[in-house]
Protein backbone atom coordinates (compact mmCIF):
# COMPACT_ATOMS: atom_id res chain seq x y z
CA UNK A 1 0.00 0.00 0.00
CA UNK A 2 1.13 3.43 -1.04
CA UNK A 3 2.10 6.26 1.60
CA UNK A 4 -1.22 7.85 3.22
CA UNK A 5 -1.93 10.58 5.04
CA UNK A 6 -5.49 9.78 7.84
CA UNK A 7 -6.66 12.82 8.67
CA UNK A 8 -9.36 12.71 11.78
CA UNK A 9 -12.04 14.96 11.30
CA UNK A 10 -13.27 16.75 14.94
CA UNK A 11 -16.17 15.45 16.40
CA UNK A 12 -16.35 18.87 17.85
CA UNK A 13 -15.46 22.46 16.65
CA UNK A 14 -13.11 23.15 19.78
CA UNK A 15 -11.41 19.87 18.94
CA UNK A 16 -7.96 19.98 16.85
CA UNK A 17 -7.34 17.77 13.54
CA UNK A 18 -5.69 15.00 14.15
CA UNK A 19 -3.34 13.42 10.97
CA UNK A 20 -0.70 10.88 10.58
CA UNK A 21 1.50 9.30 7.80
CA UNK A 22 0.90 5.79 7.37
CA UNK A 23 3.52 3.57 5.14
CA UNK A 24 1.61 0.69 4.40
CA UNK A 25 0.55 -0.49 7.66
CA UNK A 26 2.92 0.87 9.45
CA UNK A 27 1.92 4.14 10.73
CA UNK A 28 4.15 7.85 11.64
CA UNK A 29 3.47 9.92 15.07
CA UNK A 30 0.34 11.77 15.23
CA UNK A 31 -0.20 15.02 14.70
CA UNK A 32 -2.38 17.50 15.82
CA UNK A 33 -3.54 21.00 14.62
CA UNK A 34 -5.72 23.35 12.84
CA UNK A 35 -6.86 22.35 9.31
CA UNK A 36 -4.52 24.62 7.62
CA UNK A 37 -1.74 23.30 9.21
CA UNK A 38 -1.97 19.91 8.19
CA UNK A 39 -2.88 21.07 4.86
CA UNK A 40 0.94 21.89 4.79
CA UNK A 41 1.94 18.46 5.78
CA UNK A 42 -0.54 16.69 3.63
CA UNK A 43 0.03 19.00 0.47
CA UNK A 44 -1.14 16.76 -2.78
CA UNK A 45 -0.23 13.47 -1.38
CA UNK A 46 -2.75 10.74 -0.85
CA UNK A 47 -5.29 11.60 2.02
CA UNK A 48 -7.96 9.60 3.60
CA UNK A 49 -10.72 11.51 6.13
CA UNK A 50 -11.92 9.77 8.73
CA UNK A 51 -15.52 11.38 9.72
CA UNK A 52 -16.41 10.87 13.56
CA UNK A 53 -18.60 7.85 14.16
CA UNK A 54 -21.81 9.28 15.33
CA UNK A 55 -22.07 11.44 11.76
CA UNK A 56 -22.23 8.13 9.81
CA UNK A 57 -25.10 5.27 9.96
CA UNK A 58 -24.90 2.08 8.73
CA UNK A 59 -27.02 -0.51 7.38
CA UNK A 60 -27.47 -3.44 4.68
CA UNK A 61 -30.44 -2.89 1.96
CA UNK A 62 -31.57 -6.30 0.32
CA UNK A 63 -33.17 -4.79 -3.17
CA UNK A 64 -33.16 -6.93 -6.44
CA UNK A 65 -30.34 -4.33 -8.38
CA UNK A 66 -27.19 -4.05 -9.23
CA UNK A 67 -24.84 -1.61 -10.40
CA UNK A 68 -24.33 1.73 -8.57
CA UNK A 69 -26.89 3.74 -10.78
CA UNK A 70 -29.53 0.98 -9.94
CA UNK A 71 -28.58 1.10 -6.21
CA UNK A 72 -28.83 4.81 -5.70
CA UNK A 73 -32.05 4.98 -7.19
CA UNK A 74 -33.78 2.04 -5.63
CA UNK A 75 -31.79 2.02 -1.90
CA UNK A 76 -32.97 5.66 -0.51
CA UNK A 77 -37.07 4.84 -1.33
CA UNK A 78 -36.30 1.12 -0.18
CA UNK A 79 -34.89 2.69 3.33
CA UNK A 80 -36.57 5.65 3.57
CA UNK A 81 -38.63 4.72 6.56
CA UNK A 82 -35.22 4.23 8.90
CA UNK A 83 -34.59 7.80 9.00
CA UNK A 84 -36.34 10.82 10.03
CA UNK A 85 -35.57 12.82 7.29
CA UNK A 86 -36.06 13.28 3.52
CA UNK A 87 -33.60 10.65 1.95
CA UNK A 88 -33.10 13.35 -0.60
CA UNK A 89 -30.85 15.23 2.38
CA UNK A 90 -28.57 11.98 2.69
CA UNK A 91 -25.40 10.91 0.88
CA UNK A 92 -25.65 7.21 0.47
CA UNK A 93 -22.86 5.51 -0.06
CA UNK A 94 -22.58 1.29 -1.29
CA UNK A 95 -19.84 -1.50 -0.27
CA UNK A 96 -20.16 -5.26 -0.25
CA UNK A 97 -23.48 -7.69 -0.56
CA UNK A 98 -24.26 -10.52 1.04
CA UNK A 99 -26.92 -12.61 1.82
CA UNK A 100 -28.56 -9.92 4.34
CA UNK A 101 -28.38 -7.77 1.17
CA UNK A 102 -25.86 -4.82 -0.04
CA UNK A 103 -23.88 -2.42 2.62
CA UNK A 104 -25.30 0.31 2.98
CA UNK A 105 -23.60 3.92 4.60
CA UNK A 106 -25.40 7.01 5.12
CA UNK A 107 -24.29 10.47 6.04
CA UNK A 108 -25.95 14.36 5.98
CA UNK A 109 -25.43 15.77 3.00
CA UNK A 110 -24.67 19.54 4.49
CA UNK A 111 -21.76 18.06 6.66
CA UNK A 112 -20.28 15.88 4.11
CA UNK A 113 -20.83 19.08 1.66
CA UNK A 114 -19.24 21.16 4.71
CA UNK A 115 -16.11 18.76 4.89
CA UNK A 116 -15.21 18.75 1.57
CA UNK A 117 -15.83 22.94 0.84
CA UNK A 118 -13.57 23.51 4.00
CA UNK A 119 -11.08 20.68 2.21
CA UNK A 120 -10.74 22.21 -1.06
CA UNK A 121 -10.37 25.81 0.34
CA UNK A 122 -7.50 23.86 2.54
CA UNK A 123 -5.97 22.67 -0.76
CA UNK A 124 -6.61 18.99 0.25
CA UNK A 125 -8.04 16.71 -2.14
CA UNK A 126 -8.96 13.43 -0.75
CA UNK A 127 -9.55 10.04 -2.36
CA UNK A 128 -11.07 8.33 0.18
CA UNK A 129 -13.66 9.95 3.19
CA UNK A 130 -14.63 6.92 5.38
CA UNK A 131 -15.90 6.46 8.81
CA UNK A 132 -13.95 6.29 11.40
CA UNK A 133 -15.76 3.34 13.10
CA UNK A 134 -15.62 1.35 9.17
CA UNK A 135 -11.63 1.11 9.98
CA UNK A 136 -12.41 -0.84 13.49
CA UNK A 137 -12.02 -4.90 12.96
CA UNK A 138 -15.32 -6.63 13.41
CA UNK A 139 -16.54 -7.25 16.76
CA UNK A 140 -14.91 -4.21 18.13
CA UNK A 141 -14.84 -1.61 20.14
CA UNK A 142 -13.06 1.64 20.73
CA UNK A 143 -13.24 3.91 23.93
CA UNK A 144 -10.91 6.92 23.38
CA UNK A 145 -11.57 9.65 26.42
CA UNK A 146 -14.65 10.56 26.58
CA UNK A 147 -16.02 8.82 22.89
CA UNK A 148 -16.98 5.32 22.21
CA UNK A 149 -16.79 4.04 18.59
CA UNK A 150 -17.62 0.56 17.53
CA UNK A 151 -18.01 -2.32 14.67
CA UNK A 152 -20.50 -4.69 15.84
CA UNK A 153 -20.32 -7.01 13.03
CA UNK A 154 -21.02 -4.36 10.12
CA UNK A 155 -22.98 -2.22 12.53
CA UNK A 156 -20.98 1.08 12.74
CA UNK A 157 -21.67 3.52 15.12
CA UNK A 158 -20.48 5.74 17.93
CA UNK A 159 -21.41 7.64 21.41
CA UNK A 160 -20.00 8.74 24.73
CA UNK A 161 -18.79 6.93 27.56
CA UNK A 162 -22.03 7.46 29.52
CA UNK A 163 -23.87 5.37 26.85
CA UNK A 164 -21.27 2.31 26.71
CA UNK A 165 -23.14 -0.06 29.80
CA UNK A 166 -26.66 0.72 27.80
CA UNK A 167 -24.90 -0.63 24.61
CA UNK A 168 -23.79 -4.37 26.41
CA UNK A 169 -26.38 -4.28 29.22
CA UNK A 170 -26.85 -7.78 28.14
CA UNK A 171 -22.98 -8.40 29.19
CA UNK A 172 -22.71 -9.28 25.65
CA UNK A 173 -19.27 -7.12 25.27
CA UNK A 174 -17.43 -7.75 21.91
CA UNK A 175 -14.74 -9.68 21.83
CA UNK A 176 -12.27 -7.01 21.36
CA UNK A 177 -12.25 -3.83 23.34
CA UNK A 178 -9.46 -1.48 22.95
CA UNK A 179 -8.92 1.54 25.25
CA UNK A 180 -6.60 4.67 25.35
CA UNK A 181 -4.97 5.77 29.21
CA UNK A 182 -7.17 8.51 28.80
CA UNK A 183 -10.14 6.10 29.33
CA UNK A 184 -8.59 3.05 31.33
CA UNK A 185 -10.03 4.03 34.29
CA UNK A 186 -13.36 4.78 33.59
CA UNK A 187 -13.92 1.41 31.51
CA UNK A 188 -12.41 -0.59 34.62
CA UNK A 189 -15.41 0.66 36.45
CA UNK A 190 -17.65 -0.65 34.11
CA UNK A 191 -16.14 -4.28 34.38
CA UNK A 192 -16.25 -5.80 30.90
CA UNK A 193 -16.92 -9.03 30.06
CA UNK A 194 -13.77 -8.76 27.87
CA UNK A 195 -10.19 -7.66 28.24
CA UNK A 196 -9.35 -4.26 27.08
CA UNK A 197 -6.23 -3.98 25.21
CA UNK A 198 -4.35 -0.91 25.66
CA UNK A 199 -3.14 1.38 23.08
CA UNK A 200 -1.46 4.83 23.53
CA UNK A 201 -3.44 6.97 20.85
CA UNK A 202 -6.42 5.46 18.87
CA UNK A 203 -5.29 7.33 15.27
CA UNK A 204 -2.42 4.85 14.77
CA UNK A 205 -4.40 1.85 15.81
CA UNK A 206 -7.31 3.04 12.88
CA UNK A 207 -4.85 3.01 10.49
CA UNK A 208 -3.13 0.59 11.04
CA UNK A 209 -6.03 -2.39 10.78
CA UNK A 210 -6.30 -3.78 7.14
CA UNK A 211 -9.87 -3.02 7.09
CA UNK A 212 -9.27 0.25 5.73
CA UNK A 213 -8.93 -1.37 2.26
CA UNK A 214 -12.62 -2.68 2.85
CA UNK A 215 -14.32 0.52 4.59
CA UNK A 216 -16.72 2.38 2.61
CA UNK A 217 -15.72 5.53 0.45
CA UNK A 218 -18.82 7.69 1.31
CA UNK A 219 -17.19 9.88 -2.03
CA UNK A 220 -19.51 8.39 -4.42
CA UNK A 221 -22.25 9.57 -6.61
CA UNK A 222 -22.68 13.52 -6.87
CA UNK A 223 -19.54 13.42 -4.42
CA UNK A 224 -16.71 11.40 -6.06
CA UNK A 225 -13.98 12.65 -7.62
CA UNK A 226 -15.12 12.12 -11.43
CA UNK A 227 -18.13 13.81 -10.53
CA UNK A 228 -16.22 17.01 -9.10
CA UNK A 229 -14.75 17.06 -11.87
CA UNK A 230 -18.11 16.97 -13.89
CA UNK A 231 -18.86 20.17 -11.61
CA UNK A 232 -16.25 22.29 -13.41
CA UNK A 233 -16.76 20.93 -17.00
CA UNK A 234 -20.46 22.08 -16.82
CA UNK A 235 -19.10 25.27 -15.43
CA UNK A 236 -16.85 25.95 -17.87
CA UNK A 237 -19.05 24.02 -20.72
CA UNK A 238 -19.95 27.68 -22.46
CA UNK A 239 -16.46 28.99 -22.19
CA UNK A 240 -15.26 25.87 -23.51
CA UNK A 241 -18.23 25.74 -26.52
CA UNK A 242 -17.39 29.52 -26.81
CA UNK A 243 -13.44 28.90 -27.74
CA UNK A 244 -13.97 25.81 -29.98
CA UNK A 245 -16.10 27.81 -31.81
CA UNK A 246 -14.05 30.76 -32.15
CA UNK A 247 -10.83 27.94 -33.27
CA UNK A 248 -13.64 26.30 -35.68
CA UNK A 249 -13.98 29.61 -37.07
CA UNK A 250 -10.54 30.85 -37.23
CA UNK A 251 -9.73 27.13 -38.92
CA UNK A 252 -12.64 27.78 -41.69
CA UNK A 253 -11.51 31.35 -42.26
CA UNK A 254 -8.08 30.10 -42.91
CA UNK A 255 -9.17 27.14 -44.88
CA UNK A 256 -11.51 29.49 -47.01
CA UNK A 257 -8.39 32.11 -47.18
CA UNK A 258 -6.29 28.91 -48.60
CA UNK A 259 -9.01 27.96 -50.92
CA UNK A 260 -9.39 31.68 -52.28
CA UNK A 261 -5.43 31.79 -52.75
CA UNK A 262 -5.42 28.51 -54.50
CA UNK A 263 -7.91 29.72 -56.79
CA UNK A 264 -6.51 33.01 -57.74
CA UNK A 265 -3.32 31.10 -58.43
CA UNK A 266 -4.56 28.53 -60.72
CA UNK A 267 -6.33 31.32 -62.14
CA UNK A 268 -3.45 33.91 -62.83
CA UNK A 269 -1.53 30.50 -64.38
CA UNK A 270 -4.08 29.95 -67.04
CA UNK A 271 -4.28 33.40 -67.86
CA UNK A 272 -0.27 33.48 -68.18
CA UNK A 273 -0.34 30.26 -69.71
CA UNK A 274 -2.76 31.53 -72.10
CA UNK A 275 -0.71 34.38 -72.97
CA UNK A 276 2.70 32.81 -73.00
CA UNK A 277 1.18 30.13 -75.47
CA UNK A 278 -0.01 32.96 -77.52
CA UNK A 279 2.77 34.74 -77.58
CA UNK A 280 4.97 31.48 -78.31
CA UNK A 281 2.75 29.11 -79.61
CA UNK A 282 6.01 26.31 -80.42
CA UNK A 283 7.34 26.77 -77.09
CA UNK A 284 6.79 24.66 -73.90
CA UNK A 285 5.44 26.65 -70.82
CA UNK A 286 8.77 26.01 -68.54
CA UNK A 287 9.20 27.21 -64.53
CA UNK A 288 10.91 29.89 -65.91
CA UNK A 289 10.21 31.27 -68.65
CA UNK A 290 12.26 34.45 -68.58
CA UNK A 291 14.98 33.59 -70.88
CA UNK A 292 12.88 32.35 -73.75
CA UNK A 293 10.77 35.49 -73.91
CA UNK A 294 14.14 37.65 -73.77
CA UNK A 295 15.24 35.54 -76.64
CA UNK A 296 12.09 36.46 -78.56
CA UNK A 297 12.33 39.88 -77.77
CA UNK A 298 15.61 39.81 -79.19
CA UNK A 299 14.57 37.83 -82.26
CA UNK A 300 16.61 34.91 -80.70
CA UNK A 301 12.87 32.84 -81.37
CA UNK A 302 11.41 30.86 -84.06
CA UNK A 303 8.94 33.82 -84.79
CA UNK A 304 7.56 36.72 -83.07
CA UNK A 305 5.54 37.19 -80.30
CA UNK A 306 1.26 37.05 -81.85
CA UNK A 307 -1.56 38.32 -79.70
CA UNK A 308 -3.36 41.37 -78.87
CA UNK A 309 -2.15 45.38 -77.95
CA UNK A 310 0.31 44.21 -75.79
CA UNK A 311 2.14 41.91 -77.74
CA UNK A 312 2.19 44.17 -80.53
CA UNK A 313 4.09 46.42 -78.43
CA UNK A 314 6.09 43.72 -76.95
CA UNK A 315 6.94 42.67 -80.55
CA UNK A 316 8.25 46.34 -81.12
CA UNK A 317 9.96 46.50 -78.47
CA UNK A 318 11.81 43.33 -79.32
CA UNK A 319 12.74 44.77 -82.87
CA UNK A 320 13.81 47.94 -81.91
CA UNK A 321 16.99 45.99 -79.45
CA UNK A 322 17.98 44.26 -82.19
CA UNK A 323 21.41 45.12 -82.79
CA UNK A 324 21.71 47.32 -79.41
CA UNK A 325 24.70 46.14 -77.76
CA UNK A 326 25.23 46.64 -73.90
CA UNK A 327 21.41 47.25 -73.58
CA UNK A 328 18.73 44.80 -71.64
CA UNK A 329 15.34 44.97 -70.46
CA UNK A 330 15.14 44.84 -66.31
CA UNK A 331 11.79 45.43 -66.30
CA UNK A 332 8.16 45.49 -68.40
CA UNK A 333 4.72 46.11 -67.56
CA UNK A 334 2.05 46.19 -69.27
CA UNK A 335 -0.86 48.59 -68.43
CA UNK A 336 -3.79 51.05 -69.79
CA UNK A 337 -2.48 50.14 -73.31
CA UNK A 338 1.19 51.04 -72.83
CA UNK A 339 4.66 49.50 -71.50
CA UNK A 340 6.60 50.65 -68.62
CA UNK A 341 10.18 49.37 -69.17
CA UNK A 342 13.41 49.67 -67.43
CA UNK A 343 15.91 49.98 -69.33
CA UNK A 344 19.58 49.74 -68.52
CA UNK A 345 21.65 51.19 -71.52
CA UNK A 346 25.65 52.36 -71.58
CA UNK A 347 24.68 55.88 -72.31
CA UNK A 348 22.46 58.19 -72.93
CA UNK A 349 23.13 58.37 -76.97
CA UNK A 350 22.83 54.46 -77.14
CA UNK A 351 18.78 55.16 -76.11
CA UNK A 352 18.45 57.06 -79.16
CA UNK A 353 18.21 54.34 -81.96
CA UNK A 354 15.64 52.67 -79.70
CA UNK A 355 13.41 55.29 -79.56
CA UNK A 356 13.84 56.24 -83.48
CA UNK A 357 13.00 52.21 -84.29
CA UNK A 358 10.00 52.66 -81.72
CA UNK A 359 8.96 55.96 -83.48
CA UNK A 360 9.53 54.30 -87.10
CA UNK A 361 7.19 51.36 -85.87
CA UNK A 362 4.34 53.94 -85.31
CA UNK A 363 4.72 54.37 -82.22
CA UNK A 364 4.91 57.55 -79.55
CA UNK A 365 7.94 57.24 -76.47
CA UNK A 366 8.17 59.10 -73.32
CA UNK A 367 11.37 59.28 -70.89
CA UNK A 368 9.84 59.10 -67.41
CA UNK A 369 13.43 58.93 -65.85
CA UNK A 370 17.02 58.08 -66.26
CA UNK A 371 19.90 57.85 -63.75
CA UNK A 372 23.34 56.85 -63.78
CA UNK A 373 24.36 53.26 -61.19
CA UNK A 374 27.31 51.53 -61.78
CA UNK A 375 28.49 52.89 -65.09
CA UNK A 376 25.28 52.64 -66.66
CA UNK A 377 22.79 54.57 -66.89
CA UNK A 378 18.78 53.13 -65.78
CA UNK A 379 16.26 54.35 -68.09
CA UNK A 380 12.21 54.58 -67.19
CA UNK A 381 10.14 54.69 -70.61
CA UNK A 382 6.62 54.66 -71.36
CA UNK A 383 6.03 52.90 -75.17
CA UNK A 384 2.59 53.29 -76.44
CA UNK A 385 0.65 53.21 -80.09
CA UNK A 386 1.02 56.93 -81.48
CA UNK A 387 -2.02 59.24 -80.83
CA UNK A 388 -3.22 56.98 -77.90
CA UNK A 389 -4.38 59.29 -74.81
CA UNK A 390 -1.63 57.46 -72.39
CA UNK A 391 1.37 57.51 -74.65
CA UNK A 392 2.48 60.83 -72.87
CA UNK A 393 1.83 59.61 -69.49
Same mark, same amino acid.
Given at each position: ????????????????????????????????????????????????? *? &? @?? !?? +??????? /???? %???? =???????????????????????????????????????????????????????????????? *? &? @?? !?? +??????? /???? %???? =????????????????????????????????????????????????????????????????????????????? /?????????????????????????????????????????????????????????????????????????????????????????????????????????????????????????????????????????????????????????????????
Amino acid at each position: MAKTYFLRWPANATDSFQWLLANGDTPGPVELGTLSVAAGHIGSNRCCV *L &L @PA !DW +VMSTRAN /VPVR %GAQA =LRQAVPYALEDQFAIDVDRLQFAFGDRSAAGVAVQTVDKSLLTEVMDELQAAGIRPLRVVAEAS *L &L @PP !DT +VLVDGNR /VVFN %GEGQ =LGGTDIDMLPLLFSDGSWPSQLVITPSSQTAVARMKPGAEAMLVEESLPFLASQTAAAKAINLLQGEFAPEAELAKY /VKRWRLPLAMAAAVAVALFVGKFIDLRDLRQQNDALYAEVKSVYESALPNARLTANPKPIIERALRGGGDAPLTGGVALELINAMGTALKGQKNTEITSMGYRSNGLDVRLQVPDLPALSPVEKALQAAGLETTIQSTSVRNDKTEVRMRVAAAGSEVAGR
